[in-house]
C-alpha cells in the first residue's frame, strides 16, 4: 500500500522540470516572463505593448502613447494596428476551421494541455511576486486601491486553478438518448466556434481578458483578443506568463489598435462569435454590423434596494460604499441607484455613507481618476439632476483637489444624489435620472410601504438588466421583488450587494438572448460552444426488410 501511495504521488518530471526552471529563471531575473517592472514604468523608460499574430510577436509603425493617468506623463508606447496592417491577423483568423482547433472528435489532447496550461497559470499567480507584479500594473494603467486590484489577480487565479487538470474536458461533456430501435443512439456535444474575437474594455484590465479567452480556449477556439489600449500593457505581460505556462503562441492573436480598425478587421475576418464587453453603443453597433453573432455585457444601471426590515447599519452602508464608490464606480456592477425604504430613511445610514465616501482620498486610490468621463461631464450631469424638484445635493459634487490628474480624465468626489422617487418616475426624468455615470456617482431615492409598485414599474423601464441587491431578509418582499425583476445576477439577504462578483457564480446580464456570462461552466459552455447533435444509425437492418412505398 505504501508503494502504491508512493506511486501515486510522484511529480511529474515535466512539472518538476517546469517549476525548478522557474526558480532558476527567478534568481537571474526578477520574472522570467516579464519584461516590464511596474514601478519603473515612466516618461525615460516607456513601457512597450506589441501584438501577437500567426503565432510571433510583432511590432507596428504606429505607436499609441498613453499618458499616466495619474499626473499626465506619457508612460506607455502601444503598438498600434491600424487599417492597412490588419491583414495577417484576417489570415491567422481565416486559417482556423469552423470546427476549431480542437473539438470531441478532433485533438481531444489538447483539452488536458489546457487542463495543464490552467494549472501553470495558476501556482504563477499564487505567488506573492508574481501576484504583487500583476496588482501593481493594473494599478498603474486603471488607478484603483491595492485591494481592489489584487481581487482581480485573486479571482483570475481562482479560476484558472478551477479548470485545471481535467476540468476543460468535463466543459465537453455529452450526453447520449437511446434511439428508436437496435443501433441508433442520439448524441449531443459542447461544438466550438472556430475563428472568435474577444474585445474588453479597461476597468478589470486582468480579469476580464483572461476569463473569456480562457473560456474560448478550452472550447476549442482560436480567438483573437482586442483589449483598451490604454491598459493592454497588463494582457502584453499575461500573454508573456502564459506561454511560459505552455500556451502554444499559435493559439492566440493579441492585438492593439483603436475601435474603427478593430470594426473593419472584424468585418473582413468574419469571426463565427464575438464577445464584447463595453458600451451599449458598440454593442449595438456590433450586433448590426456581425449580424447578431455576437455575445454582450455591456452596461448596467444597477439599482440596489433596502426592504422594510432595518438590520446592521453600519454594515449595509459600508456595502453601499463599496459598492457605489470603489475602483471610483467604474464597474459594470457598480451601484447606480439606492432605493430607500422609509423605515431606512429614520436611521443615520446616509450620514454614514457620507462619513465612508469622505474617508476615500487619492494618496490610496480609494478614489482616484475616472477614465472615461471628464470632471465637467460628470457635475453637468449632476448639475441637470440637481434642476429637478425635490432633488438635493447628499454628498460630494465637487471636483477632487490638489492633484495632477490630466484633464482628459475625470476626479469628482464620491457623490451621490437625492432625487424623489414620484420626479424620477416623470417621463421627462426618467431618462436623465437612470443614465448610467461611469464614475464615483450614484442617484439615492426613498419609498413609502405603500410605494413597492412605483419602484418595481421603475426597474421594468431599465433597460441594462445586470446588477442588482435586495437588503432585506424578509422572505415575502424578497419574493415579491425578485418575482418582478430580471437582473442576470442577483444578491438577496441582509448582505446583498451588487458588486465583488466572484469566480465561483454566474456573472452576466439577463433577459437578452445575446446576454453573455463569465467565470463558470455555464458561462463558458453558453458564450463559446454551440450544441451539435450526431445520430447513430449502424443496423443491424430488420430481417426480411422490403422497399416500402414512397410517402
Sequence with gaps: MNRILASRTRVPKTALSWFTSFNLSRSAHSLPFATVEAEEISGSLPAEVHNIVKGKWTKSSTWNTIVDPLNGEPFIKVAEIDETGIQPFVESLSNCPKHGLHNPFKSPERYLMYGDISAKAATMLSLPKVADFFTRLIQRVAPKSYQQAYGEVYVTQKFLENFSGDQVRFLARSFAVPGNHLGQQSNGYRWPYGPVAVVTPFNFPLEIPVLQLMGALYMGNKPILKVDSKVSLVMDQMMRLL?????????????????????????????????????????EKLVADLKGRVKLEDAGFDWKILGPD??????????????????????????????????????????????????RKLEDLTVGPVLTLTTET???????LLQIPGSKLLF????????????????????????PLEEMLKENNYELVTREIFGPFQVVTEYKKDQLQLVLDALERMNAHLTAA??????????????????????????????????????????????AGIGTPEAIKLVWSCHREIIYDVGPMPKQWELPPST
Design 243 to 283: 506561454h511560459y505556462c505552455g500556451l502554444p503562441v499559435e493559439d492566440v492573436d493579441f492585438i492593439n489598435s483603436d475601435g474603427k480598425t478593430m470594426n473593419k478587421l472584424l468585418l473582413k475576418a468574419n469571426p463565427r462569435m464575438t464577445l464584447f464587453t463595453g458600451s451599449s453603443r458598440v454593442a
Design 310 to 359: 432595518v438590520h446592521e447599519e453600519d454594515y449595509v452602508a459600508w456595502v453601499c460604499d463599496q459598492d457605489a464608490y470603489a475602483c471610483s464606480g467604474q464597474k459594470c456592477s457598480a451601484q447606480s441607484i439606492l432605493f430607500m425604504h422609509e423605515n431606512w430613511s429614520k436611521t443615520s445610514l446616509l450620514s454614514k455613507m457620507k462619513d465612508l465616501a469622505e474617508r
Design 378 to 384: 460628470m457635475l453637468d450631469h449632476a448639475n441637470k
Design 396 to 419: 460630494g459634487g465637487k471636483p477632487l483637489e490638489n492633484h495632477s490628474i490630466p484633464p482628459i480624465y475625470g476626479a469628482i468626489q464620491p457623490t451621490a444624489i437625492y432625487v
Design 470 to 515: 435586495v437588503v432585506s431578509n424578509d422572505p415575502y418582499f424578497q419574493q415579491e421583488v425578485l418575482g418582478n425583476t430580471v437582473n442576470g445576477t442577483t444578491y438577496a439577504g441582509l448582505r446583498a450587494r451588487t458588486t465583488g462578483a466572484p469566480q465561483n457564480h454566474w456573472f452576466g446580464p439577463a433577459g437578452d438572448p445575446l446576454g
